[in-house]
C-alpha cells in the first residue's frame, strides 16, 4: 500500500485532525452585506470531512475593515447580525464533524469604502497597469488610536466564538493592514510602530496577543507571507521578517502558524515550488502549516521530510469539494475556473464543483 503522509492524523492542543489537507481561507464574494448567506452552508458543509481543518474567508473586524472594489460581498463579524449569519454555516460544518475556524482581518490601504482608510502609512497602493481601480490616500494611524484597531481584532474573535467557530486565524498577509505595518516597502513609521523588525512587527503580535488571551492561545493562528509583493508590500529581507515573527509567536503558545511559499520558480521550464521556510519551521514551536502551489505529490513530501505538519490548499480545494478522497484514491482532479473565483453568483464556481462519485456516475451513464 502506498503511504500517503497527507492522511495521516495529527493530534495538537485540544485538537485531534483526522488528515493534514486544510482548506485554504479563500475570499469568495458571495457575502451580501456582509452577512453569510445560505450557500455558503453548502460550500463549507461540501468540504467538511471528519476531523478536517476548514479556514473561513476572510472575514472583516470592523465597518472599516473591508475593501468594496477590490472584493465585494465579503462577509463580516463585528455585529451581533453577522454572528448570527455565521452561526448556521458553522454548525453545517459541525454536523459532519469539521473543525472550523474563522480568519479574521482588515485590509486597511486596500479599503476605498472610506475616504482616507487607515494604514501604517499614507502612501497609497502603488497602481500596476493591470489594476482596475485607483486605491485612495491612506491616513496613518496615530500611536494612540491603535489600541482600539486591536481591540478590533479582540472583539471579532470573542464573536467568532459566540458564532461556534473551534478558533479563528489571525490574517496577517497579502499586504492587508497587518502586513502594511510588518513590511518596510510601505511601513514609514518613526516611532514604535515603525524602522527596525521589532517595532514594525509591534502591531501584529499586539493582535496575537489580545486574541489568544480572549479566547485562548489553542484556538489562534495566524496566516503570514513574508515573500509576498501583493498590494505593494514587500520586504527588503522577507527571510528575517519570518524568523522573527515565527520566533515571537512562541510567547503566546498559539496553535499554529501558516506560511505561504515565495511564487513558484521556472526550473528547466518546470514550475516548482521554492521551499524557503524552513528557517521560519524550524523557529516556530508550534503546529506549521504551508500552501502555495502544492499538488498531492509535494504536499505528501513535505509532511514526509517534516517540513511541515499541515498542508494549504486553496484553488484545488475549491475545485475538488471531496480533495481528501481524491488524494486518498489517487483520483483525477477538477480544473479549477479562474473567471468564476471572484463572481457573486452563489452557484456558479462556488457549489457546483462535482464530485467524484458524481463524476463516476457522468462517465458511465
Same mark, same amino acid.
Given at each position: ?6 492522511? +495521516? ?41 471528519? +476531523? ?7 472575514? +472583516? ?21 453577522? %454572528? ?125 496577543e489580545a486574541v489568544a488571551a480572549e479566547v485562548g492561545s489553542d484556538r489562534v493562528g495566524i496566516r503570514l507571507s513574508p515573500y509576498s509583493n501583493y498590494l505593494g508590500c514587500h520586504d527588503s529581507d522577507p527571510d528575517a521578517l ?59 513530501? %513535505? %509532511? ?42 452563489? %452557484? ?18
Amino acid at each position: 500500500m502506498e503511504s500517503i503522509p497527507l492522511l +495521516g492524523p495529527c493530534e495538537t492542543g485540544r485538537f485531534r485532525f483526522s488528515h493534514r489537507i486544510v482548506l485554504a481561507p479563500l475570499t469568495r464574494g458571495r457575502s451580501y452585506g456582509n452577512l453569510s448567506q445560505s450557500h455558503a452552508i453548502l460550500y463549507y458543509s461540501q468540504r467538511a470531512t471528519e +476531523g478536517g481543518l476548514l479556514i473561513a474567508e476572510a472575514t +472583516g473586524v470592523s465597518s472599516d475593515a473591508q475593501g468594496i472594489s477590490l472584493i465585494p460581498h465579503t462577509p463580516g463579524i463585528w455585529t451581533k447580525e453577522q %454572528v448570527e449569519a455565521w452561526k448556521p454555516v458553522v454548525d453545517a460544518v459541525h454536523a459532519k464533524g469539521g473543525i472550523f475556524f474563522c480568519q479574521i482581518w482588515h485590509v486597511g490601504r486596500a479599503s476605498d469604502m472610506e475616504k482616507e482608510p487607515i494604514s501604517s502609512t499614507d502612501k497609497p497602493v502603488e497602481k500596476n497597469e493591470d489594476d482596475t481601480m485607483d486605491f485612495p490616500i491612506p491616513r496613518c494611524l496615530a500611536v494612540e488610536e491603535i489600541p482600539d484597531v486591536v481591540n478590533h481584532f479582540r472583539v471579532a474573535a470573542r464573536n467568532a466564538m459566540d458564532a461556534g467557530f473551534d478558533g479563528v486565524e489571525i490574517h496577517g498577509a497579502h499586504g492587508f493592514l497587518l502586513e502594511q505595518f510588518m513590511k518596510d516597502s510601505v511601513n514609514d513609521r518613526t516611532d514604535k510602530y515603525g524602522g527596525n523588525l521589532q517595532n514594525r512587527c509591534r502591531f501584529a503580535l499586539e493582535v496575537v496577543e489580545a486574541v489568544a488571551a480572549e479566547v485562548g492561545s489553542d484556538r489562534v493562528g495566524i496566516r503570514l507571507s513574508p515573500y509576498s509583493n501583493y498590494l505593494g508590500c514587500h520586504d527588503s529581507d522577507p527571510d528575517a521578517l519570518g524568523v522573527y515573527m515565527a520566533q515571537e509567536l512562541n510567547r503566546y503558545s498559539i496553535l499554529y502558524c501558516s506560511a505561504v511559499e515565495p511564487e513558484m520558480i521556472s526550473v528547466d521550464g518546470k514550475l516548482q515550488i521554492p521551499h524557503r521556510l524552513h528557517e521560519m519551521r524550524k523557529a516556530f514551536n508550534g503546529m506549521f502549516m504551508v500552501g502555495g502551489g502544492y499538488d498531492r505529490e509535494e504536499g505528501n513530501k %513535505v %509532511v514526509a521530510d517534516g517540513y511541515a505538519d499541515m498542508v494549504v490548499y486553496g484553488r484545488l480545494f475549491l475545485a475538488n469539494p471531496d480533495l481528501p478522497r481524491r488524494f486518498h484514491l489517487k483520483a483525477n482532479l477538477n480544473k479549477y475556473n479562474r473567471s468564476t473565483f471572484y463572481t457573486d453568483d452563489p %452557484v456558479v464556481g462556488y457549489t457546483d464543483y462535482p464530485f467524484l462519485d458524481d463524476c463516476e456516475l457522468v462517465s458511465s451513464s
